[in-house]
């Protein structure tokens, strides 16, 4: 399986400072948004910041019929991919996302003074895709309730200046729904219908939620470790590195496991590979990994003098040491370019490294050093903080 649409478009280097040009694998951010085209088809499948554009190719490679509407990102919450697809319960075989939601309603602009909160009761209490979302709840979590009379929830996210509070937004689209003639809905702090009001700037997007915490989950993860990875985050570094069946995979700081894992159920490879150098990190990931995804490897090893041969493996995905729960920056000054020069000895011509870490500005001086230019360079939130995917090709040496 190799990714289509994978745009590489001109940009610069995330963070303050110059720099050698890179190139980013997202349009720009900070770019205004364009009005959403609504229909009732559209699902939004949350991912972390930053990766909405992984996830929204994720779905137009392995889903099909989806195709893009748009992308929204909340710093600090989740990116937003939004989709539209026929079955929304198609949606819930991406790994790259954490939560589905099925559009109720739109509007924009909604004002940013009181009036703002008269337009969002309107909103809510007229939205228009409630019934098709409450089908596509079932589709997607067979067994959740419906009929005449349901319980509510309203949660809401903004971002921008507003003359309202937060609350108040959430008090408007509550009372809105309340008002609706289709059934006898009631505000309740456990219910099991959940309104997502997400107000970005003058743009309001109410959705119902569809899946619940166990898409996020994974049945493999029976052993966790501290710093362990997002399975949806390191599903889509995995995704990142353009699987194809031929590939041996290396993730030489493999942690739980949880990147060889996700890359085993993305498609075929020849052979997974992984190590640490922690006995515990290695006892998890052989946990994790139980007597699935064959053929795979995992060595008790330092990934900076790798007992592998030159040219070994075809692809590097891996969540490099960020030197905050464990070690340091000076820790990681001397590390990384002991793991860079062993990540390209072991890589063979053409192969492709896709790396993850906070530190970005070590990332970009080594980078000019070793003359590398990454590929893509992905700005995200990874549970609050701050990191970078570097995606990058070795075509010569
Ligand atoms: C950021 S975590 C990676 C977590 C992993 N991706 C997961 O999902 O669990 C870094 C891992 O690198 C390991 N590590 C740090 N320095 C190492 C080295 N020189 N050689 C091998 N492993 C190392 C740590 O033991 C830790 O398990």
Not at 137 to 147: A, F
Not at 236 to 248: K, N
Request: aromatic residues 6%; glycine residues 8%.
């Amino acid at each position: 399986m190799r990714p289509r649409h994978l745009t590489l478009v001109p940009g610069k280097w995330p963070g303050r400072g110059s720099g050698r040009r890179a190139r980013w694998a997202e349009p720009d951010p900070r770019a205004r948004a364009q009005r959403l085209k609504i229909s009732p088809e559209i699902v939004i499948a949350h991912t972390q910041p930053g990766l909405e554009g992984v996830a929204i190719r994720e779905a137009l490679n392995r889903i099909a019929g989806a195709r893009e509407i748009g992308r929204r990102s909340i710093a600090d919450r989740n990116g937003m991919a939004l989709l539209r697809v026929e079955r929304a319960q198609s949606l819930t075989r991406m790994r790259c996302a954490e939560d589905l939601f099925a559009l109720a309603a739109y509007l924009r602009p909604l004002a940013p003074d009181q009036s703002g909160l008269e337009q969002a009761r309107k909103l809510a209490r007229n939205a228009p895709f409630v019934e098709t979302a409450l089908a596509r709840r079932l589709e997607v979590t067979p067994g959740s309730r419906s009929g005449r009379r349901l319980d509510f929830r309203v949660l809401v996210r903004t971002t921008g200046v507003h003359d309202y509070r937060r609350v108040d937004l959430q008090k408007a689209i509550e009372q809105g729904i309340a008002e609706r003639g289709d059934r006898r809905w009631r505000a309740a702090e456990n219910a099991e219908v959940e309104f997502w009001a997400t107000l970005l700037d003058d743009e309001l997007i109410l959705a119902i939620r569809l899946s619940d915490d166990r898409m996020r989950q994974r049945d493999y993860k029976v052993a966790h470790f501290p710093g362990s990875l997002r399975p949806s985050v390191a599903a889509a570094m995995a995704f990142l590195s353009e699987p194809a069946d031929d590939d041996v995979v290396l993730d030489p700081l493999c942690g739980a496991g949880t990147i060889l894992i996700e890359r085993a159920h993305l498609g075929r490879y020849r052979m997974l590979l992984g190590g640490d150098r922690d006995p515990q990190a290695l006892a998890a990931a052989r946990e994790n990994v139980g007597p699935r995804y064959q053929p795979i490897a995992l060595r008790q090893w330092d990934a900076a003098t790798l007992p592998l041969k030159d040219g070994e493996v075809t692809r590097i995905v891996t969540n490099l040491p960020w030197g905050r729960k464990s070690g340091s920056h000076p820790d990681n000054r001397r590390l990384y370019p002991k793991l860079l020069a062993e990540f390209r000895r072991v890589l063979a011509p053409g192969g492709l490294m896709v790396l993850m870490t906070s530190e970005t500005r070590l990332m970009r001086e080594l980078f000019q050093e070793c003359r590398i230019v990454p590929g893509a360079i992905l700005a995200v939130t990874v549970l609050g903080a701050s990191a970078s995917i570097f995606v990058c090709r070795f075509d010569a040496r």
